[in-house]
T-cell receptor, first 114, second 115 residues
Framework: QQQVKQSPQSLIVQKGGISIINCAYE??????FPWYQQFPGKGPALLIAIRPDVSEKKEGRFTISFNKSAKQFSLHIMDSQPGDSATYFCAASRSNFGNEKLTFGTGTRLTIIP | KAGVTQTPRYLIKTRGQQVTLSCSPI?????VSWYQQTPGQGLQFLFE???????NKGNFPGRFSGRQFSNSRSEMNVSTLELGDSALYLC??????????????FGEGSRLTVL
């Protein structure tokens, strides 16, 4: 049972444009929503994360928008650069002790073209 | 500060064999998780250890097992390998703070190919 659905599977954006990746979750007990960035040959690395007490979090060019009622969250990359080309995974977990395992989306391969 | 170290990075096995993968977490991290990454299934949670105890287990058959040592280093074992076990196996460590999900720091993975 896939509990976190991610779209699109792949995305091509022109340099300087906005990249948007969407995720939807089913388990209302989830209260921690991170995004991970993975380059070829590397493990995933945390990019930005949000908790449901806020609707938006911004770190540099990266913004998470969170809609608790719709059970959806999205990653926006502003002024997309070729160096942002990577695979992005959304994830969700519960933060009570002993339940911190992450459920990942299936990933989005982002390509930024010059 | 050294990151998460996984060994070996690459290995090739044949069906029916068994394999052991090793993970050294970031110093001070007591939680170690294992994930399987495949093109079709993405990142799937295998299990998580904290202070030598398995706290969580994903939906994998009993052929997949793991353990954690007193120094927080962890190993996972897959017995009776099948072709479908070919994957990138990722280890992640975390500084668990009660009531607050800690960031997962991933290693570069062990790429297993089963022939």
């Amino acid at each position: 049972q896939q509990q976190v659905k991610q779209s699109p599977q792949s995305l091509i954006v022109q340099k300087g444009g906005i990249s948007i990746i969407n995720c939807a979750y089913e388990n209302t007990a989830f209260d921690y929503f991170p995004w991970y960035q993975q380059f070829p040959g590397k493990g995933p690395a945390l990019l930005i994360a949000i908790r449901p007490d806020v609707s938006e979090k911004k770190e540099g060019r990266f913004t998470i928008s969170f809609n608790k009622s719709a059970k959806q969250f999205s990653l926006h990359i502003m002024d997309s650069q070729p160096g942002d080309s990577a695979t992005y995974f959304c994830a969700a977990s519960r933060s009570n002790f002993g339940n911190e395992k992450l459920t990942f989306g299936t990933g989005t391969r982002l390509t930024i073209i010059p | 500060k050294a990151g998460v170290t996984q060994t070996p990075r690459y290995l090739i096995k044949t069906r029916g064999q068994q394999v052991t993968l090793s993970c050294s977490p970031i110093s001070g991290h007591r939680s170690v998780s294992w994930y399987q990454q495949t093109p079709g299934q993405g990142l799937q949670f295998l299990f998580e250890y904290f202070s030598e105890t398995q706290r969580n287990k994903g939906n994998f058959p009993g052929r997949f097992s793991g353990r954690q040592f007193s120094n927080s280093r962890s190993e996972m074992n897959v017995s009776t390998l099948e072709l479908g076990d070919s994957a990138l196996y990722l280890c992640a460590s975390s500084l668990i703070i009660t009531g607050n999900t800690g960031e997962l720091f991933f290693g570069e993975g062990s790429r297993l190919t089963v022939l």
